[in-house]
């Protein structure tokens, strides 16, 4: 199985300072990416996925932009973070078919102040 | 559009109890089927996943889900509750032509009491 390695663990930054979280993948070849936000007491909201190095889609529009510089690294980033970028980050993985587990990485608490 | 739906927020069993999560889909054409747990602050770990075959899918802790074409359904369940079950559960869907994605339910707080 995939292992997913996220830091930091924990984050807490001042309104608009510049964010980079990191994500890289162990275990598979050539993944699908996701950056998700779990906002307190909600759901998960898909912000990014990939499919291939610089390949990068976005699912919500606002101020965070990823990247995918080799093939299992994967970074969320922002130049001014917002308050309501306040959550939980997670990163995931998966092979490519429609039955493949999603395997996801423990996970960055972000509080901006 | 797919559209996944857990009834109930929160769930709340005692002890020893049935534990019962729902999860229904809206999709006509059978999608490939998951259910996720995620213990506090941590990411979440793939409890069991329907895609063809026997529509009853053992899991991990002892849970076990069962795929039901006719009501649209994969509710989640296990017959007797513990402690170390309390978590957030999260069910899931993924079609052909979603991009490889999957469409997630808004998730259930599971609360064991003693």
């Known amino acids: 199985s995939q292992t997913i390695h996220q830091w930091p663990a924990t984050l807490v930054q001042p309104v608009g300072s510049p964010l980079s979280l990191e994500c890289t993948v162990e275990g598979t070849s050539n993944p699908n990416l996701y950056w998700y936000r779990q906002a307190a007491g909600r759901g998960l909201q898909l912000l990014f996925y990939s499919v291939g190095i610089g390949q990068i889609s976005s699912e919500v529009p606002q101020n965070l932009s990823a990247s995918r510089p080799q093939d299992r690294q994967f970074i969320l980033s922002s130049k001014k973070l917002l308050l309501s970028d306040s959550g939980f980050y997670l990163c995931?993985?998966?092979?490519?078919?429609?039955?493949?587990?999603?395997?996801f990485g423990p996970g960055t608490r972000l509080t901006v102040l | 559009a797919q559209s996944v739906t857990q009834l109930g927020s929160h769930v709340s069993v005692s002890e020893g109890a049935l534990v019962l999560l729902r999860c229904n889909y809206s999709s006509s054409v059978p999608p490939y089927l998951f259910w996720y747990v995620q213990y506090p602050n941590q990411g979440l770990q793939l409890l069991l996943k329907y895609t063809t075959g026997a529509t009853l899918v053992k899991g991990i802790n002892g849970f076990e889900a069962e795929f039901k074409k006719s009501e649209t359904s994969f509710h989640l369940t296990k017959p007797s509750a513990h402690m170390s079950d309390a978590a957030e559960y999260f069910c899931a869907v993924s079609e052909v032509d979603s991009n490889y994605q999957l469409i997630w339910g808004a998730g259930t707080k599971l609360i064991i009491k003693p």
């Open positions: 995931a993985s998966s092979d490519r078919g429609h039955t493949d587990t999603q395997y």
